[in-house]
């Protein structure tokens, strides 16, 4: 939530700020600019302040900021809580670095429906009034309303270096009795570092190099190179590079992982390798989202809002192996990743100790520790999730952000994650296995990012509403957070790679959600259909958006049964389209009887031609 206020001559010598928003207001921030709530209309935003060449922004005094607006007048935004302005500066950095080399050109004013940004908890306390004359602000000396306003001196970022690539490591210690040496113990480790997520399937070849180690004559060099070789030199030639629409498209439709075989010869040994192919980013072979649920149960609820809102949570394995604390952390990230991703490389740290406490300076970790020191120390985490007794504490400083305090409709918010935990339970229950259990928290994150950016489709008004409104905590939240920043960043590079035209995944989306669609509606989606889809590269990307978990085609097929001829038609072309490519072929065999029949008895009233 955010009061406004405008920089305006009331007296021509001693200009001031002068509210502009009686009451606090939700904020959207996104890559183009900032929109404020409608006072009429809370559905709606309008446009405040947009890109532009000479936009600037200063810090006046803590959560009060100015920024130089396109028409030169600066416009002073108060936020309810430092974890807002630091999301509004982030949002402005970023706007800023992109109209640095192009200007932008003013955008239309808009608006549209969308979740709000803001904190409902901290609404209730409203924040305090603009700065108060007596104080020296950075606008000095301010311009009077309509003359020229000084430039705000923001410093510009050197150049930063190119990134190196995030390599996985796996590391091994091993600890035998020795009596004749000093403590009666002799330790042997060795690491494995590489590019490839799929490092940790090498950890029999990495026991049997540290084990090595252990005898007679052995050097630690001669054993690093041999296995260093050894690994190198498996042949992965043939291994294919799938895109990320055929990622999606292989583990929706097979529902299980694809492998490449590969051999490694190491110490006079063959070892086989079943190499993963489809994995998503931040995804590590071997980890179980179902052992971390097991573990917690309906507490991983709490988890998640947890992980979602960005909040600290720290995974306490005491008298557990730091294997065994590794795997719980890189479960939770799997909670989100995919829709988001970056998590593995910005937030976790699988395993760290007393002696390594920097990533508490990082927003929204997730580690892993052994230390029972960790669990007194309540102002270093948000979340504590205990692996030894499978208890989840909530630190005191955040219960309220944690359990959604401020929300309009909380019971709502129980009502929807009682929901999903009742999903994950029987999908656990009936063994459909981690691709089953990860496809339900897929969808509901998903679902999620997709209100946040006002992309969601419902059945039925009453529906939206509803679910935006016993959501909105969370997404207030969720949109606070750096990583939806990062999440609309991957999103534009997706689109900007995209084969197909961007209003297809809404298209489907509409569909899915059995919006009552009128006839033209559904012959201009159907035709944006036919027209994208000519390669086996767009069919792929199109296929993606249709997974086996969210019925396949039968959201597209529907449309078979129209009481309106054309759409039918429609309809059967775009499934003899399908059918005409190869990976569409056996999509179009494993249809529903219902549907299949359908389109058959169509295609077949069709002329040959394929239009």
């Avoid at 009331?10 to 207001?25: S, Y």
């Avoid at 947009?50 to 803590?62: I, M």
């Avoid at 969720?478 to 991957?490: E, P, T, V």
């Avoid at 086996?548 to 959201?555: A, D, F, I, R």
């Amino acid at each position: 939530m955010a009061f406004v206020y405008e920089y305006v001559a009331t007296n021509p010598d001693e200009p001031e700020w002068v509210l502009a928003t009686p009451e606090a207001r939700y904020l959207q921030l996104d890559s183009f600019g900032i929109s404020l709530e409608n006072e009429s209309d809370p559905s709606t935003f309008d446009l405040l302040i947009y890109a532009h060449s000479n936009l600037e922004y200063r810090q006046v005094e803590p959560q009060f900021t100015a920024v130089l607006s396109h028409t030169g007048v600066p416009i002073g935004i108060r936020l309810d809580s430092p974890e807002s302005e630091t999301a509004l500066h982030r949002v402005l950095d970023t706007i800023i670095q992109r109209t640095a080399a192009a200007p932008s050109s003013p955008p239309r004013s808009r608006s549209h429906s969308s979740s709000q940004l803001g904190s409902p908890a901290a609404a209730a306390s409203s924040v305090g009034g603009p700065p108060s004359p007596a104080q020296p602000t950075p606008l000095s000396p301010p311009a009077p309303h309509g003359a020229p306003v000084p430039a705000l001196s923001v410093s510009a970022a050197a150049p930063s270096a190119p990134k190196p690539a995030f390599l996985y490591c796996l590391n091994l210690c091993i600890n035998q009795r020795d009596a004749t040496v000093r403590r009666g113990a002799s330790v042997k480790a060795m690491a494995l570092c590489s590019r490839h997520p799929w490092i940790s399937l090498f950890k029999v070849l990495l026991l049997m190099a540290v084990q090595k180690l252990f005898a007679a004559g052995t050097s630690v060099e001669e054993v690093a190179a041999e296995l260093y070789t050894a690994l190198n030199m498996a042949d992965l030639r043939a291994m294919p590079v799938y895109s990320a629409a055929e990622k999606a498209l292989l583990r929706s439709s097979r529902r299980k992982m694809e492998h490449f075989p590969a051999q490694v010869y190491f110490s006079g040994n063959k070892m086989n390798f079943r190499l993963p192919l489809t994995l998503y980013p931040d995804e590590i072979p071997e980890t179980s989202v179902i052992n971390l649920i097991r573990k917690f149960n309906s507490q991983i609820m709490l988890i998640y809002h947890a992980l979602i809102t960005e909040r600290r949570v720290l995974f306490l394995g005491f008298e557990c192996s730091a294997n065994e604390v590794c795997e719980y952390v890189l479960a939770a990230v799997q909670f989100l990743c995919p829709p988001l991703s970056g998590i593995l490389q910005k937030r976790a740290y699988p395993y760290t100790n007393l002696t390594y406490l920097k990533f508490l300076e990082v927003p929204g970790y997730i580690a892993g520790v052994t230390n029972p020191m960790f669990e007194e120390h309540t102002e270093w985490w948000d979340l504590l999730c205990d692996i030894t007794t499978g208890k989840v504490t909530v630190s005191d400083r955040s219960i309220a952000a944690l359990t959604a305090t401020g929300a309009s409709m909380p019971d709502k918010l129980n009502s929807l994650d009682a929901d999903l935990w009742n999903q994950i339970q029987s999908s656990v229950a009936s063994h459909f296995g981690e691709e089953g259990v990860r496809a339900i928290l897929l969808d509901y994150s998903e679902q999620l990012t997709l209100m946040a950016t006002d992309q969601a489709e419902f059945a039925d008004e009453q529906t939206r509403k509803e679910e935006l409104e016993a959501n909105r905590s969370r997404i207030v939240l969720f949109k606070l957070s750096g990583q939806y920043q990062d999440f609309l960043k991957d999103e534009e590079a997706r689109r900007a790679v995209s084969t197909l035209d961007p209003t297809i995944p809404r298209y489907i989306r509409r569909l899915r959600a059995r919006t009552r669609l009128k006839d033209d509606e559904l012959m201009n989606a159907f035709g944006t259909f036919l027209k994208n889809i000519r390669t086996e590269e767009q069919l792929n990307e199109f296929l993606s958006y249709l997974p086996e978990s969210k019925g396949g085609l039968y959201p597209v097929g529907v449309a078979l049964f129209s009481n309106s001829q054309p759409v039918r038609h429609a309809a059967a072309l775009l499934f003899r389209r399908i059918d005409k490519i190869q990976t569409g072929s056996g999509f179009i065999n494993n249809l529903n009887l219902f549907l299949k029949l359908a389109y058959e008895r169509i295609d077949s009233q069709l002329p040959a031609m394929d239009s």
